[in-house]
């Protein structure tokens, strides 16, 4: 089983409907990490979190210590959100980020 | 202010040669890591860098190694290249102070052949 997983894998949505992208760690972290990235390969740092909820624009993140899981919302979609969106955890042991698998997110006009 | 600045940006090897990559960091920032991704396995950690000292290694053979300088400057080396060495190499900078977070470069695209 992977440290770190996402759901789902693949989504598609209609533009202007609201986003969640889930991400269940197994290991003990002192931080979260999404990411997004674009065709071509950059990527942006997103959110970091260690705890509650941050908010950025449309995008909203969570996370709960207690169950090891973590949300990233989209609200009002749009088809340049679409992207590739990665969860990483930071452990607390090991001082590396380890990643999720990505979930690929394409939002239609 | 410049952003993570990785040479080169594509790069054709054949294999058994050997390979530098280059990471010059947001300028300030002390800490330098280094992912490779390929279809197959995702993102995958490397090795890290701070103040010149690795702090911490992934699971990849001896073949690769990095290095920071004093200036903050990361190389990461891959040498007897592998086919399956291919793959979008990135590096991220950050200041590592608490609730800081990374700052990505747009990567080396390694093909070889």
């Known amino acids: 089983k992977n440290e770190v997983e996402q759901s789902p894998q693949n989504l598609t949505a209609q533009e202007g409907e609201f986003i969640t992208i889930n991400c269940s760690y197994s290991v003990g972290i002192s931080a979260l990490h999404w990411l997004q990235q674009h065709p071509g390969g950059g990527i942006v740092s997103l959110f970091m979190?260690?705890?509650g909820k941050k908010k950025h624009g449309r995008l909203i993140a969570t996370i709960n210590i207690q169950e090891k899981h973590s949300s990233l919302h989209i609200t009002a979609s749009h088809p340049r959100d679409s992207a590739v969106y990665i969860c990483a955890v930071r452990s607390i042991n090991g001082n590396k980020l380890v990643f999720g698998a990505g979930t690929i997110l394409r939002v239609k006009s | 202010k410049a952003g993570v600045t990785q040479t080169p940006r594509y790069l054709i090897k054949t294999r058994g040669q050997q390979v530098t990559l280059s990471c010059s960091p947001i300028s300030g920032h002390r800490s330098v890591s280094w992912y490779q991704q390929t279809p197959g396995q995702g993102l995958q950690f490397l090795f890290e860098?701070?103040?010149?000292?690795?702090?911490n290694k992934g699971n990849f053979p001896g073949r690769f190694s990095g290095r920071q300088f004093s200036n903050s400057r990361s190389e990461m080396n891959v040498s007897t290249l592998e086919l399956g060495d291919s793959a979008l190499y990135l590096c991220?900078?950050?200041?590592?102070?608490?609730?800081?977070?990374?700052?990505f470069g747009s990567g080396t695209r390694l093909t070889v052949v």
């Open positions: 979190l260690s705890s």
């Open positions: 860098y701070f103040s010149e000292t690795q702090r």
């Open positions: 991220a900078s950050s200041l590592e102070v608490q609730g800081q977070g990374y700052t």
